[in-house]
């Protein structure tokens, strides 16, 4: 590689790495990785398992994560808990970058072999954190570690590398910087993952869902409800753009990286025979588009019937795109990891005080 193609795949390799997922990420650097490099402990001339490298280590640190890194529904977890967490899902984040970026051809897998291989080995030390992967089913992180020959004691099958189109990864990688800069986005997603701000003792989603089927109700905090509904709005419309964008065999690849928020919105859960829809979970989509609360609103706001008609249309448009990218990214999904049997749960706190 010349010397100007090594300096642009330096300048993304340091861009995938200190997005704002990288700062928010330091505080599981400190808790949760391995508390310093060894690059004796992980060559990189053959494959390792991390689980043979690391047994016996830090035995009281080990019995540490395992109580911060458990699936919530065994215990609920505490708001300090719930911040290194939250921290561990962005220092993952990074390494999904690396393994979209790698499969769609934005930068070659020679580019973070080394420290890819070390770092993440530091940070699923652990069998704590490596149970929390197959546990908030982290599948492209598995994809990267395969990559690597790095055994995670998470079975999966990567896709191939394919020739992908580099201005489409740019242009992803600053449509995802919405997520960490769109309040009502954000706030929406607290929503899905089940973060809680009304008191009382009806979940948030209860609440919501009776908000936007009844049109003469009165609410208190109705103005927090009105910001879930612009955020859900803004939820399917990036999704829908980011959809637009990509060819039919890219869909699959980058809706891979959204699987988790979609999974929550539609309702679905993996079991030992794929992902399938949870009966017992509303689908967003349809409590939206067929909310009389909205409807109302549309009505006595929007100028004309016509505007009216069109904002329904492209509500569903959008909707429709979104369950496009949904099934697409399932079945891809289902074909390239084992099953397990879960719940697609929330990785937070269903008792948490989100600060929106």
Known sequence: MRRGGRDETARRVAYLKGGP?????????????WKRANPTMVPSDRGLSVAA???GKDAAKQRRLRQLLRGHWDRETTDQEDIVRDSFDEALTRYQLYELAVENGYIPLTAIEREGREDLARLLWSEAARRYLRLYHYVTVAF???????DIGFPCRPPPVREGNQAQFAFFLSQHQTWYQ???????????DDYQVFSGRRSDKEIFQDFLKSDTETFE???????????AERFLLVLSDLYTTLSPSERPSYGSFYFYWMARFYGYRSTARGFKRDRREPDWSQVLLASKRI???ARSTLPTQRAERRYWMLLAKRNADCEKFWEATRQFLDEHQPPVASTTPSRRNPSSRARR
């Open 21 to 33: 997922w990288g700062s928010r990420g330091e505080t599981a650097w400190k808790e949760i990785a």
């Open 221 to 231: 905090d109705q103005f927090v409800l009105w910001q879930l509904v612009a955020g």
């Open 295 to 297: 409807r109302a609103l």
């Open 144 to 150: 990267l570690a395969s990559r690597l020959e790095l």
């Open 53 to 55: 490298t690391y047994k």
């Open 182 to 192: 769109d309040v009502l986005l954000e706030g929406w997603l607290g929503f899905l």
